[in-house]
């Protein structure tokens, strides 16, 4: 049996990766947002504000159950948050920690979590967080959403890192960027404000040019990646070179 638990399943690219995973024979797939979109008899949501994070492992400890016949279990970090697309010295403080919550600490409360339930199982484990191209450079208006994503980048390689010095086998980490996806987050983008993102523009071209991806086909190359994962060394992946 396969296991993949998938944050932020009620659309965009984590709807699409949850309805790829029901594909898979028998596959078991289970959900976490606040909204659910899918309904499917090898699927389970669970209704959840991953950004009210003082309580998330107590949640979680109770869904990372011992699964003794896993074949492959994997957890997607997906769900994130753009935040307020401001400037220093005007974004809301509780925006911040908002932004941090969910794309940074719930993550690596989840890690946390599902490295301590499956660490010493047989079966094949691999996280994979979602991150992004703008963890290596800066973009004005996302300051937040760039240290976030970099933020998640050195988790990943921190966990594969121990998981290697623990000669933990069978047990990948990766950071794996998805290009640029059609999908809310990108209409969110178009409707900011130049004034507090000056690439703005740009983004409406890629929408206007046919540019962005679609969540499906996205989801296909992280599949590619979990069915190929000897193929995928680096910890920090993008799609857009598979
Ligand atoms: N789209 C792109 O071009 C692009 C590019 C680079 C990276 N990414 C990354 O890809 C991931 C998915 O992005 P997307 O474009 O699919 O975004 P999206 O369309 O905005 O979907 C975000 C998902 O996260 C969930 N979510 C948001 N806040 C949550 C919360 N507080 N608690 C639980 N779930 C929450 C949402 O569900 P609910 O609202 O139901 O809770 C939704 O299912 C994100 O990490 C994003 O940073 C996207």
């Known amino acids: 049996?396969?296991?993949?638990?998938?944050?932020?399943?009620?659309?965009?690219?984590?709807?699409?990766?949850?309805?790829?995973?029901?594909?898979?024979?028998?596959?078991?797939?289970?959900?976490?947002?606040?909204?659910?979109?899918?309904?499917?008899?090898?699927?389970?949501?669970?209704?959840?504000?991953?950004?009210?994070?003082?309580?998330?492992?107590?949640?979680?400890?109770?869904?990372?159950?011992q699964l003794t016949d896993a074949k492959r279990i994997v957890l997607i970090n997906n769900a994130g948050t753009l935040g307020d697309v401001k400037y220093f010295g005007s974004i809301a403080d509780e925006k911040i920690d908002q932004l941090f919550s969910l794309n940074i600490t719930a993550p690596a409360i989840l890690m946390n979590h599902f490295i301590r339930a499956y660490e010493a199982e047989e079966a094949e484990r691999i996280i994979i967080n979602i991150s992004s191209g703008v963890s290596q450079y800066p973009v004005d208006g996302w300051s937040g959403y760039c240290a976030s994503k970099a933020a998640l980048d050195m988790l990943s390689e921190v966990a594969a890192l121990?998981?290697?010095?623990?000669?933990?086998?069978?047990?990948?980490?990766?950071?794996?960027?998805?290009?640029?996806?059609?999908?809310?987050?990108?209409?969110?983008?178009r409707e900011t404000d130049e004034q507090n993102f000056s690439r703005?523009?740009?983004?409406?071209?890629?929408?206007?040019?046919?540019?962005?991806?679609?969540?499906?086909?996205?989801?296909?190359?992280?599949?590619y990646l979990i069915n190929h994962p000897k193929k995928f060394q680096r910890v920090r992946q993008d799609v857009r070179e598979f």
């Open 1 to 65: 049996m396969n296991y993949y638990f998938i944050t932020g399943t009620s659309r965009g690219i984590g709807q699409a990766l949850a309805e790829r995973a029901l594909q898979v024979e028998n596959a078991q797939v289970i959900g976490f947002s606040r909204q659910q979109s899918i309904d499917h008899e090898r699927y389970t949501h669970h209704n959840i504000d991953l950004a009210q994070v003082s309580d998330l492992g107590k949640l979680i400890d109770p869904v990372f159950t």
């Open 162 to 189: 121990e998981l290697e010095k623990q000669n933990v086998e069978n047990f990948r980490v990766y950071s794996v960027a998805p290009g640029i996806v059609d999908t809310q987050m990108q209409t969110d983008i």
């Open 200 to 223: 703005l523009q740009k983004f409406k071209d890629y929408k206007a040019n046919g540019a962005l991806d679609n969540p499906q086909q996205t989801a296909e190359k992280y599949f």
